[in-house]
């Protein structure tokens, strides 16, 4: 079989995020066609509410009827469509499903979101955040910090095949603990002091993952890529200049006080900022130096390569890998 094109939807408590790419089935590495990314706040008022609201659902089906038309027009042959946090902990989420399936269906018929196990997530979001690593480096740890959740997995690589060590969800992401400890513009010392102590719990549970193997630490997902692009005074979101790019823990953490300190508005004036991001950065930011003291402590690592590839190119690479034969 000669090349195909395949789409892969990751939607998020945050965002929503398209990558279609070329690949041949059976074989190694994917071919970048097009990456989008739009906020959507699909988890907005989940974690007080225990519903999605009709306005994410409605920015969601927004967003999610141009990519299909987008995948459609770029023919791709096969679609993934993996729903994370928000999702999961939504009491009305068949209703979100039946949107994704109507919209999804019109082009790609039997297409529909789908809510991943834990392990699937780990092995999806490791597989994709190393893709362009030397597997010889490894043991890695990777971490995906989202909206809603953050994923720790430490994992190898051998003979090409992913190999999960230990692996972590924990519900800390940017969006959540904003909403849940950050109320203020910006927030106070009560409300950060609050918000750290809400993430040490929750990484607490992370505390039997084998980090001691780990050789290099791998952050993936737009809040690392925020944060990089800001250590490294990038006028400018660029992304190849991100990719891989490596930055000290002590940079890291000096990027995360200025963040939690500034006004929303003085995030938004920075280069690199995504406009939708910018509300939500404070929180990221103290889940991502609570990240730092976890991997300087246990891991007994200095710094942390920032990666542009994560759990999506890990869900492009499993529709190729179902296609094979």
């Known amino acids: 079989m000669g090349p195909v094109r395949v789409g892969a939807v990751d939607c998020g408590t945050n ?3 398209l990558l279609v790419a070329e690949g041949v089935p059976g074989q190694p590495g994917l071919t970048d066609v097009t990456r989008e990314m739009r906020i959507i706040r699909l988890g907005e008022g989940v974690d007080a509410t225990g519903r999605l609201s009709t306005e994410a659902i409605s920015r969601c089906r927004t967003a999610l009827t141009d990519y299909a038309v987008t995948m ?4 791709v042959k ?9 999702t999961r902990d939504a009491s009305n989420k068949d209703e979100f499903f039946g949107m994704t399936a109507e919209v999804l269906g019109a082009h790609f018929p039997g297409a529909v979101a789908e809510v991943i196990s834990g392990q699937t997530e780990a092995e999806l979001t490791f597989a994709g955040g190393v893709i362009d690593l030397d597997p010889s480096d490894g043991p890695f740890v990777v971490t995906d910090l989202g909206g809603g959740s953050t994923e720790i997995v430490v994992g190898e690589l051998v003979d090409g095949e992913v190999r999960i060590l230990g692996a ?3 519900d800390v992401g940017c969006v959540r603990i904003t909403e849940r400890s950050l109320h203020s513009d910006p927030p106070t010392a009560d409300e950060v002091t609050d918000a ?3 993430i040490a719990a929750a990484l607490a549970d992370a ?19 925020t944060l990089s692009a800001i250590a490294q005074n990038m006028a400018e979101y660029d992304s190849q200049r991100l990719h891989n790019s490596v930055i000290s823990l002590h940079q890291l953490r000096d990027v995360c006080a200025r963040l939690v300190a500034a006004t929303v508005t003085e995030r938004r004036s920075l280069g690199p900022m995504h406009p939708g991001r910018a509300d939500v950065i404070g929180g990221g930011s103290l889940v991502a130096a609570a990240l730092c003291d976890v991997m300087a402590e246990r891991a007994g690592l200095s710094e ?3 990666s542009e590839k994560d759990i999506l190119d890990g869900i492009a690479m499993s529709v190729l890998a179902r296609m094979v034969g």
């Open 15 to 17: 965002s929503i995020r």
């Open 72 to 75: 459609a027009e770029l023919g």
């Open 78 to 86: 096969s679609v993934r469509m993996v729903a994370t946090s928000a």
């Open 168 to 170: 972590r969800s924990v």
């Open 196 to 198: 750290q102590a809400v």
């Open 207 to 225: 505390g039997e993952l084998p980090l001691g193997l780990a050789t290099r630490w791998i952050g993936v997902a737009g809040t690392f890529t």
């Open 304 to 306: 942390i390569t920032v």
